[in-house]
């Protein structure tokens, strides 16, 4: 069990798009099952791989996190391939800027393409549930989006500035 230092924002890492991994190795498993000990242990229902330091198109989630059960679901290389619709993501949160909560605007359906672990092509359908705004979230992160970035203006100044004054 190993627990991944979760980076912070402004961190640069956060805003790097990231690329397909190409090999499904070791590494990339014992990453996948480190950053499930980080979520479990951080109390949160998704992580991206940048989100530890890894500069790698993976994320985990489990809309219900139970550290016994560890019910998470591992997805490489994600992409979101329809979406439709919208929804409301209330008080919306990060385990990159901790304390910070808003509401965001999100599809209220979408269907994402990944891998699984052996290398397998699945799909997954998410219609206005939390599912549907983990993947979302989580998926931005490998675009280099953070959550305060669907919000308004004002406010992602007023978090921006709080959040890099606490980083120094």
């Given at each position: 069990?190993?627990?991944?230092?979760?980076?912070?924002?402004?961190?640069?890492?956060?805003?790097?798009?990231?690329?397909?991994?190409?090999?499904?190795?070791?590494?990339?498993?014992?990453?996948?099952?480190?950053?499930?000990?980080?979520?479990?242990?951080?109390?949160?229902?998704?992580?991206?791989?940048?989100?530890?330091?890894?500069?790698?198109?993976l994320i985990i989630?489990?809309?219900?996190?139970?550290?016994?059960?560890?019910?998470?679901?591992?997805?490489?290389?994600?992409?979101?391939?329809?979406?439709?619709?919208?929804?409301?993501?209330?008080?919306?949160?990060?385990?990159?800027?901790?304390?910070?909560?808003?509401?965001?605007?999100?599809?209220?359906?979408?269907?994402?393409?990944?891998?699984?672990?052996?290398?397998?092509?699945?799909?997954?359908?998410?219609?206005?549930?939390?599912?549907?705004?983990?993947?979302?979230?989580?998926?931005?992160?490998?675009?280099?989006?953070?959550?305060?970035?669907?919000?308004?203006?004002l406010k992602r100044?007023?978090?921006?500035?709080?959040?890099?004054k606490r980083a120094?």
């Amino acid at each position: 069990m190993s627990i991944l230092e979760i980076v912070k924002y402004p961190d640069p890492i956060l805003r790097k798009k990231l690329q397909d991994i190409e090999n499904i190795d070791e590494e990339t498993k014992t990453l996948i099952s480190d950053m499930a000990d980080t979520m479990y242990e951080d109390n949160g229902v998704g992580l991206a791989a940048n989100q530890v330091g890894a500069l790698k198109r993976l994320i985990i989630f489990d809309p219900e996190p139970d550290p016994e059960k560890r019910n998470f679901t591992a997805l490489i290389n994600p992409h979101i391939v329809e979406k439709h619709g919208e929804q409301l993501s209330e008080g919306e949160g990060c385990l990159s800027l901790p304390g910070i909560r808003s509401d965001v605007k999100r599809y209220a359906g979408i269907k994402v393409e990944a891998l699984d672990l052996d290398g397998n092509t699945i799909t997954i359908e998410a219609e206005n549930d939390l599912p549907s705004i983990i993947l979302q979230h989580e998926i931005d992160h490998l675009d280099g989006i953070v959550f305060i970035d669907h919000i308004s203006a004002l406010k992602r100044k007023l978090y921006h500035k709080k959040l890099t004054k606490r980083a120094r």
